[in-house]
């Protein structure tokens, strides 16, 4: 559930809640419904019953109150860890919308100029390397969980979900923020916007193609659920590679 960058009109008719780090946090319409909350709340209470089926309903929600609130904490804490790095740079993000639950980092120009190439890096390094930070924490608080009991569940929600958004989210794809990473490095070293949109292109095929064969392997091995989050993400790296999606889309 890594939420990426995305361009936003001045004119788009938002409506502002409140502010954290100085910077606007926006709604439009009903997003604000806690959609994605209520979603993942019973798919993990439904994972709960399938790996102890002798779980009654109330049980499982209750696994699932516990848990939920974990995974999507770690994505609302990438995207705050995003807003600060933002603010440290001198160029905070335009606006924090909360779309269905979860929050967006909004830029009006993706490709401010204004913005230093060091800037738009560390900008798009923030929300990583908190869920490193939060990944070496739910780690050793693993470590004093027993097994099968709730803590460990609680701790496994948290390791497994702080080390997909540390890792994923460096995928060299734009949107998510590995491209950006990139891209703006590459900028620094002395390429043009659009020599680096071009280099990331080329990764982005290359990559596409990796995934691809790591979700072979995945299923392969039974693995069902890592796999389809590969072919996710390898469709999205060939769409990038290939001119289909870009930046911004």
Same mark, same amino acid.
């Given at each position: 559930?890594?939420?990426?960058?995305?361009?936003?009109?001045?004119?788009?008719?938002?409506?502002?809640?409140?502010?954290?780090?100085?910077?606007?946090?926006?709604?439009?319409?009903?997003?604000?419904?806690?959609?994605?909350?209520?979603?993942?709340?019973?798919?993990?209470?439904?994972?709960?019953?399938?790996? =102890? &089926?002798?779980?009654?309903?109330?049980?499982? !929600? /209750?696994?699932?109150? $516990?848990? @939920?609130?974990?995974? %999507?904490?770690?994505?609302?804490?990438?995207?705050?860890?995003?807003?600060?790095?933002?603010?440290?740079?001198?160029?905070?993000?335009?606006?924090?919308?909360?779309?269905?639950?979860?929050?967006?980092?909004?830029?009006?120009?993706?490709?401010?100029?204004?913005? =230093? &190439?060091?800037?738009?890096?560390?900008?798009? !390094? /923030?929300?990583?390397? $908190?869920? @490193?930070?939060?990944? %070496?924490?739910?780690?050793?608080?693993?470590?004093?969980?027993?097994?099968?009991?709730?803590?460990?569940?609680?701790?496994?929600?948290?390791?497994?979900?702080?080390?997909?958004?540390?890792?994923?989210?460096?995928?060299?794809?734009?949107?998510?923020?590995?491209?950006?990473?990139?891209?703006?490095?590459?900028?620094?070293? /002395?390429?043009?916007?659009?020599?680096?949109?071009?280099?990331?292109?080329?990764?982005?095929?290359?990559?596409?193609?990796?995934?691809?064969?790591?979700?072979?392997?995945?299923?392969?091995?039974?693995?069902?659920?890592?796999?389809?989050?590969?072919?996710?993400?390898?469709?999205?790296?060939?769409?990038?590679?290939?001119?289909?999606?870009?930046?911004?889309?």
């Amino acid at each position: 559930m890594i939420q990426q960058p995305k361009a936003m009109q001045q004119s788009d008719q938002v409506t502002r809640i409140g502010e954290v780090f100085g910077i606007p946090v926006v709604v439009k319409g009903r997003t604000w419904l806690p959609i994605t909350e209520l979603a993942v709340w019973g798919i993990v209470a439904w994972v709960a019953g399938r790996d =102890r &089926p002798g779980r009654s309903w109330m049980a499982r !929600l /209750g696994v699932g109150a $516990l848990t @939920m609130p974990v995974i %999507l904490g770690s994505e609302w804490c990438h995207n705050l860890a995003h807003a600060a790095a933002a603010q440290l740079t001198g160029k905070p993000m335009d606006a924090l919308r909360i779309s269905w639950g979860m929050p967006l980092v909004v830029y009006h120009d993706i490709n401010d100029e204004s913005v =230093r &190439p060091r800037q738009h890096i560390v900008r798009a !390094l /923030g929300g990583p390397v $908190l869920n @490193m930070l939060l990944l %070496l924490i739910a780690a050793i608080f693993r470590q004093f969980t027993r097994a099968g009991s709730l803590g460990r569940e609680v701790a496994d929600a948290a390791v497994g979900m702080n080390l997909f958004l540390s890792t994923a989210s460096l995928l060299p794809i734009p949107g998510i923020d590995g491209g950006p990473i990139l891209k703006w490095a590459l900028v620094d070293d /002395g390429c043009s916007l659009d020599q680096a949109d071009e280099v990331v292109k080329k990764v982005d095929k290359v990559v596409g193609i990796g995934l691809a064969a790591g979700a072979g392997a995945a299923f392969k091995k039974r693995r069902r659920f890592i796999g389809v989050i590969l072919v996710m993400f390898s469709i999205i790296a060939l769409a990038v590679g290939w001119g289909v999606l870009s930046e911004g889309d």
